[in-house]
């Protein structure tokens, strides 16, 4: 047995840990219990050197003292503020209306919903029972099939995930030793490509089954001009406008592709759509001339800026023009012909949109430039998202203070899981795991392709078990090693992982979206307050069987990452560009001193 132990310690640790967790135990304290009876029976056996416990405190000092971490609390907390100051049923309610007599229109509003809620909260506990509390009674209401209503709230949740400010993207990074910067923008755009593929699988559902996804009745759907219309073309018009006004200011900067592009561009035509709207909803046709009087200071002040040589500053006056300009064609196309550019509906989604989505390109637009840290970002979050809540007039010292105490609770969980996996990883280093593994993965046939097959496999199977911040803990930095000797880029690495830990959310038994939805989710008939239908309750095999097509598709989106890793790896060409000509050009200018000798830009030549 002895001889057996000193063999297969990693090993056997390993299978003790698994043991240990499927028994019920705590994380935190059973990777430390863990990682300390090992330790010493290692001792015992001569396999591991007393001195490595010395070690302990200074790794939990490190714990407290990581300033990437710091990020977990501050998105958490923003989260946490938007969601109960009721942005969601906001958002819900609007774009419900905008989607609604759409075949499959609520759950398109749903899966929206959730990516922009994702984008802010990163709360997948939050998203999940917000819109089963808001949509899942109204999607019953009008004859939604039951294991698509509630397959669509439970996957939309989980977009919180993998879209920016992930807080799994944060602990990904951290792990493998990387930016989090960079695996915000690499997973930026595999997380919008996953909500179109939800909205792509509704689409489909509805096509197949008519009655599974229908469409809002006429009477359901509100926001209506005088004339009888909803107004959705002049809302076409205004985005059209706006997303080509933020182009061509985008254009003219030195950022060219990748996320904080996508971005940046997004955030100028949110910000002129908005102006459109205010404009036009405070003078509109009524009073044209005081417009066209607002729209002639902001074109002057763009070309004075422009003339003197403020580029950057210029920028935001032409989308301050742009606006201006829009809301003066409209009030005049108003004023005489009777039609406005301008409806009520999108006056509406513009107002109800706008301060979450400036919310999220103050995060993540001040992350991807460069101007600021993600703990820095998740501040201004935090500022933010207070800020939105007092403007509502929905901001309360109760309010306040249940948020504080959740993102306590959730820190606290977090940093007690990462202290129990730093005594288990000292442990395990100190009997030569991490070369057990490394070995074990960099030795599979098929080399790369070989090591992610094997590796999204076993963590696909893991998350039947464990949640993803266990598995992150946990699982990635024992593979995380492995797949850099490989030379496989860890950014990319990490949001495969990341896309593939959200499926620990709908596994069904024990995913953990599934039992928020099933928290909400009516459990006995209850009689609809609109109808005043008897309704029957949502069973939780409906639940189940619901989330079953999401885990295909999220796995779908896993293996679209591995064949199109261009989707993350544009992060390393977002940067500033430097002119290599002019930079040789400028260090030949540089004149020698009198004690150096004179630069030489060759290559070194051997003697």
């Known amino acids: 047995m002895t001889a057996f132990l000193i063999q297969n310690m990693a090993p056997v640790m390993f299978g003790a840990l698994v043991l240990f967790l499927l028994l019920g135990y705590p994380v935190a304290f059973a990777l430390a219990a863990n990682g300390l009876f090992f330790a010493l029976i290692g001792i015992e056996l001569g396999l591991f050197a ?18 990437t971490l710091l990020a977990i609390p501050f998105f958490t907390f923003m989260g946490l503020i938007l969601e109960r100051s009721g942005m969601a049923e906001d958002l819900l309610d609007t774009i419900g209306q905008l989607f609604g007599t759409i075949r499959g229109g609520l759950a398109y509003a749903v899966i929206f919903v959730g990516a922009l809620l994702a984008a802010t ?68 755009i595999p997380g919008l490509v996953l909500s179109c593929l939800y909205a792509l699988y509704v689409f489909g559902v509805s096509m197949i089954f008519p009655k599974a996804a229908p469409g809002l009745p006429q009477e359901a759907v509100g926001f ?35 996320a904080d592009f996508v971005v940046l561009t997004m955030s100028i035509g949110v910000t002129v759509s908005f102006l459109c709207a205010i404009f036009n909803h405070t003078f509109g046709g009524r009073r044209v001339v005081l417009t066209a009087i607002v729209t002639a200071a902001f074109v002057a002040g763009w070309w004075f800026l422009k003339a003197n040589g403020w580029a950057k500053t210029a920028l935001l006056s032409e989308a301050l023009a742009a606006g201006a300009l829009y809301a003066l064609i409209a009030g005049i196309i108003e004023k005489t012909t009777g039609r406005r550019l301008v409806s009520k509906l999108a006056e509406q989604v513009t107002f109800v949109m706008v301060p979450p989505l400036g919310l999220i390109f103050l995060v993540l637009g001040t992350i991807f430039i460069g101007v600021a840290t993600p703990t820095e970002g998740g501040a201004m979050g935090a500022a ?24 306590a609770k959730l820190s606290a969980f977090v940093l007690f899981i990462l202290i129990g996996a ?44 464990l949640d993803f911040f266990e598995l992150a803990f ?70 189940y069987w619901g989330a079953v097509p999401f885990v295909v598709i999220q796995l779908i989106m896993v293996a679209l990452v591995v064949i199109f890793p261009g989707m993350v790896m544009h992060y390393k060409n977002s940067g500033p560009v430097v002119d290599q000509k002019k930079a040789l050009e400028q260090l ?14 060759g290559p070194p030549k051997l003697n």
């Open 384 to 407: 933010g998202a207070m800020i939105l809540a007092l403007m509502k007039k929905r901001l309360s010292f109760e309010l306040t203070r249940q948020a504080v105490e959740s993102t």
């Open 121 to 188: 909260t990163g709360v997948v506990a939050a998203s999940v029972i917000s819109m089963g509390l808001i949509s899942l009674p109204i999607m019953l209401r009008y004859g939604y099939d039951r294991r698509l209503a509630s397959g669509v709230i439970a996957a939309s949740g989980t977009l919180a995930q993998i879209i920016p400010p992930s807080l799994v993207l944060i602990v990904m990074a951290d792990q493998l030793g990387r930016s989090v910067g960079d695996m915000y923008e690499g997973a930026f």
């Open 588 to 601: 030949q200018n540089l004149a020698p001193t009198d004690d150096a000798p004179p630069l030489d830009l």
């Open 224 to 258: 209506r001009e005088p004339d009888g219309s909803r107004g959705v073309w002049q809302l076409g018009l205004l985005v059209l406008f706006s997303g080509f006004v933020g182009y061509y200011v985008m254009s003219q900067t030195d950022v060219r592709g990748g």
């Open 50 to 67: 007393p001195n490595f416990l010395q070690a302990l405190p200074e790794r939990v000092y490190g714990v407290m003292n990581n300033d």
């Open 474 to 543: 946990i699982a990635i930095p024992l593979i995380g090693p492995a797949a850099d000797k490989l030379g496989i880029d860890l950014i990319w690495f990490g949001v495969i992982m990341g896309v593939n830990m959200q499926t620990s959310f709908m596994h069904p038994p024990f995913g953990f979206a599934l039992f928020f939805l099933r928290s909400v989710a009516p459990r006995q008939p209850y009689k609809d307050k609109v109808t005043g239908l008897t309704m029957e309750p949502v069973t939780t095999g409906q639940i």
């Open 422 to 465: 730093r005594v288990f990883s000292l442990t395990f280093y100190g009997v030569s795991g991490h070369v057990w593994v490394e070995h074990l993965l960099t030795s599979l046939p098929g080399g790369q392709v070989g090591f992610l097959i094997v590796v999204n496999a076993l963590i696909f199977v893991l998350a039947f078990f």
